[in-house]
């Protein structure tokens, strides 16, 4: 769930191995340096929307719902005015009125964000359908999903995908291609096991390498635990574990089982230094802020309350030039850590990090027991629809839908770290 996730596809033109991001058009042309599109009003932050727009949003809008806050209705409608009509999410749409077509660079981590944004703020059942509907159409037959349609499947665009299919009432185990995997099988074919040299156990890989190696990656274990446990990115904290973490072995261990070794990987790497490191080739180790959050979560998730608390701490007291550089998706992770943990993120080591968070994007409609009156409501709604629809005998269905811009075999690099691109709140 890092800034990173959207933003990578600013790597499009850098040949590393193969862990590229997606080509910013289909002709595979890079990125215009000059004349960025002008940010919407109704957007979070103020920097260039192009490769982390929906991204960003949906972090901003689930993070405030997350604290009881009814988002501002033009930020609301920007997210949903931002979606084609086969259901896809592209980063950015400059255009949101006109149709999306075969170099519209649609992306499984964007349709996905902005699903369990929408669906935590209710009031969006027929977009989010849509949208669960494209996911489905081009999932792998290993059960995975790449960063575009068709690559080859990473952890992370697969967790975020879990997390949309959970958040729109899905069962994610029995979301399947044709007699393929689930997405629980992908995510358990990616974990290095308790077998795994050193420092690799337990953790996740990102995507086997050419030699169809695992090597553990911080990055992508955070989410792929996320993932295991069928949660999406405001996950709560999971039953206290009343031992720790150990390293279950098995010839092929259940989501449960992955998820737990993974919480292990991250505990382990945790242990000496509160916080994650990662480096860019050629660049010495240095504090990877967003991932540091992101393994908070997922380790309350798994029930590893007190190994949250180092890197929490650590946070708290470090992260404010981080958050500020970066905009409104740091903010939001922070703010997803803090209720991961039960952690008051409106005193987040002396900042109020909502407030922050909301100075980046429209003032909200509403906050505390307003806003929590509104959800309400809008639950409601969507439940009466749920039951209507099922009166009448539709169901809900399964969406098929042929996804346009399919990129065959390509996946993106979350080692290339969007981080580092400042964002200016």
């Not at 600013?10 to 004349?35: E, H, K, N, W």
């Amino acid at each position: 769930m890092s800034v990173r996730r959207t933003a990578a596809v600013l790597a499009a033109t850098v040949v590393i191995g193969t862990a590229l991001a997606p080509a910013a058009v289909a002709d595979g042309s890079s990125p215009s340096p000059t004349a960025p599109p002008a940010t919407p009003s109704g957007l979070f932050g103020r920097t260039d929307p192009t490769y982390d727009g929906v991204w960003r949003q949906s972090l901003a809008l689930l993070a405030q719902h997350t604290v009881g806050e009814r988002p501002a209705a033009k930020a609301v409608d920007w997210l949903a005015g931002q979606q084609c009509a086969n259901g896809a999410f592209a980063a950015f749409r400059a255009d949101a009125t006109a149709a999306c077509d075969a170099k519209t660079m649609v992306d499984t981590n964007s349709t996905a964000a902005a699903v369990q944004a929408l669906a935590a703020l209710g009031g969006h059942d027929t977009g989010t359908r849509k949208a669960v509907g494209w996911l489905t159409s081009v999932q792998n037959k290993d059960g995975g999903w790449g960063y575009t349609a068709g690559g080859a499947s990473d952890a992370n665009s697969t967790s975020v995908v879990v997390g949309a299919l959970a958040a729109a009432g899905r069962n994610p185990a029995e979301v399947r291609s044709g007699q393929g995997g689930s997405p629980y099988d992908a995510l358990v074919k990616l974990s290095v096991g308790c077998d795994g040299e050193g420092a690799d156990a337990g953790g996740f890989a990102y995507q086997p390498d050419k030699r169809g190696a695992l090597a553990a990656n911080a990055d992508a274990t955070a989410a792929a635990v996320l993932g295991s446990l069928g949660k999406g990115l405001a996950a709560t904290a999971g039953k206290a574990l009343p031992h720790g973490y150990t390293c279950e072995k098995a010839d092929t261990p259940t989501p449960g089982q992955a998820a737990n070794n993974g919480a292990f990987h991250l505990a382990r790497l945790l242990h000496d230094s509160p916080y994650l490191k990662s480096a860019l080739p050629g660049a010495k180790d240095r504090p990877d802020y967003g991932n540091t959050a992101d393994a908070v979560v997922a380790l309350a998730a798994q029930g590893g309350i007190t190994e949250t608390k180092k890197p929490l701490a650590w946070l708290e007291k470090n992260s404010g030039p981080w958050a500020a550089t970066s905009g409104p998706a740091a903010y939001a992770q922070l703010i997803l850590a803090a209720h991961a943990t039960g952690t008051d993120p409106r005193a987040f080591g002396g900042t109020d990090l909502v407030a922050r968070l909301g100075a980046t994007g429209p003032a909200v409609q509403a906050s505390g027991s307003e806003a929590s009156a509104g959800t309400k409501r809008n639950d409601q709604q969507n439940e009466n629809d749920k039951k209507d629809k099922k009166d009448d005998g539709k169901g809900v269905g399964v969406w098929w839908i042929i996804g346009v811009g399919l990129v065959g075999g390509i996946g993106i690099g979350f080692l290339i770290s969007g981080r580092s691109k400042k964002q200016q709140p």
